[in-house]
């Protein structure tokens, strides 16, 4: 009974360097969507994505941040040169369908710090 | 202003005691998910609905769609259910997967 799964469950991160979080939704599941949670504040839609496709990232800073959902393997969030403000809790969800009546099921979360 | 306001922010109770989170919103929406995440965990759904009651254990919730407003109810409260309590809405008229998440109800059940 395999939920969605994400790794790593902490990251560290100097100033400057990448940050790779990877997420496996639910089997079968072939939506996926990333928030982000920063100290003291409430979650935060990032990305929305099916297999392949991006279909809202409007909530990603246009910047530094990038997501994919390849037709194999986990959906991956990136964070390139990475600064103390990225220090936060990131969330990834999935869905069958991307439809109202869907529950999301989240993952655990990673939690990146950035030192 | 947060699309989403929840009430209260912190919320300390003894063990049986009846529990009320408050959940209000400034716009339109079509569903409204409350989810539970415990400490150092994951977000674990808890219900969604757009009218009326949903009922699971000794877990309930109730929307009121033309108010604009939601509520959590947690009977005989326990101990385990010490967590942080999320409100999040689906905008009507909008995309139909992307929440607005209230700042959560900081819950704790003492023994």
């Known amino acids: 009974n395999a939920g969605v799964m994400q790794n790593p469950r902490h990251l560290v991160r100097r100033r400057g360097q990448e940050a790779r979080l990877r997420c496996s939704p639910v089997?079968?599941?072939?939506?996926v969507y990333w928030y982000r949670q920063l100290p003291e504040e409430g979650l935060k839609f990032m990305v929305y994505?099916?297999?392949?496709?991006?279909?809202?990232e409007s909530g990603m800073p246009k910047e530094r941040f990038s997501a994919e959902f390849p037709k194999e393997g986990p959906s991956i969030l990136r964070i390139q040169q990475v600064v103390r403000g990225d220090s936060a809790a990131y969330f990834c969800?999935?869905?069958?369908?991307?439809?109202?009546?869907?529950?999301?099921?989240f993952g655990p979360g990673t939690r990146l710090t950035v030192l | 202003k947060n699309e989403v306001e929840q009430s209260p922010q912190n919320l300390t109770a003894q063990e049986g005691e009846f529990i009320t989170i408050n959940c209000s919103y400034s716009?339109?929406?079509?569903?409204l998910h409350w989810l539970q995440q415990h400490p150092g965990g994951g977000i674990v759904s808890l219900f969604m609905l757009s009218s009326g009651k949903k009922k699971h254990g000794r877990l309930i919730a109730t929307i009121n769609i033309q108010e604009k407003h939601s509520s959590l109810h947690i009977t005989a409260s326990h101990p385990r259910d010490s967590a942080v309590y999320i409100c999040?809405?689906?905008?009507?008229?909008?995309?139909?997967?992307?929440?607005?998440f209230g700042k959560g109800t900081l819950l704790t059940v003492n023994p």
């Open positions: 994505l099916q297999k392949e496709n991006i279909i809202d």
């Open positions: 999040a809405a689906i905008n009507s008229g909008g995309s139909n997967y992307k929440l607005t």
């Open positions: 969800a999935s869905s069958p369908s991307g439809t109202l009546t869907d529950t999301q099921y």
């Open positions: 716009v339109g929406i079509s569903a």
């Open positions: 089997k079968g599941h072939s939506h």
